[in-house]
């Protein structure tokens, strides 16, 4: 099935794919054994994982997406604008693009610029391969990344 649903998405019919089960019977090792092989298929692959919620910051989820994204080949085309936003969430974006404007002040419109920020960085990946995007133990999830991430997956559905 998770193959069928990756060549299916890699032939530009996106989806989504929910794997659950009881703690411990190997979703984890699942998709890392799918990412392995989406990597060798040409696929860009963003694994990240969610941290207990009470533990974690708003937003914690997103800004480990960013840091997979951001490091992914292909990361280098997004505007310099949007690069800007994407340092709200994960500032050490600057180590690997020192020449990104700095991010802009605070202002109402922040969750949508990260936002669309977010979804123009996974765009621009998606211009040079196919991209999975996995995130493990979502349940754990913070709820600011939980609202953005349904929101994103709507943005980008096509």
Excluded at 43 to 60: K, N
Excluded at 62 to 91: K, Q
Aim: proline content about 5%; aromatic content about 6%.
């Amino acid at each position: 099935m998770l193959t069928s649903a990756w060549t299916a998405a890699s032939g530009g019919a996106g989806g989504v794919v929910l794997i659950s089960g009881e703690h411990g019977v190997g979703k984890s090792r699942l998709l890392r054994d799918l990412g392995s092989w989406v990597a060798g298929t040409g696929g860009t692959v963003l694994h990240v994982s969610a941290v207990e919620a009470r533990r974690g910051v708003p937003f914690g989820l997103l800004a480990r997406l960013v840091h997979a994204g951001i490091n992914a080949d292909g990361a280098g085309c997004i505007d310099g604008s949007w690069l800007a936003e994407l340092a709200r969430l994960e500032p050490d974006l600057y180590a690997r693009f020192p020449g990104a404007p700095p991010a802009p002040t605070a202002s109402a419109v922040d969750g949508w610029r990260v936002f669309e920020a977010l979804a123009q960085l996974l765009a621009v990946l998606s211009a040079e391969d196919p991209v999975l995007v996995m995130l493990d133990d979502l349940p754990w999830c913070d709820a600011e990344s939980t609202g953005l991430l349904h929101a994103l997956v709507e943005r980008t559905r096509d």
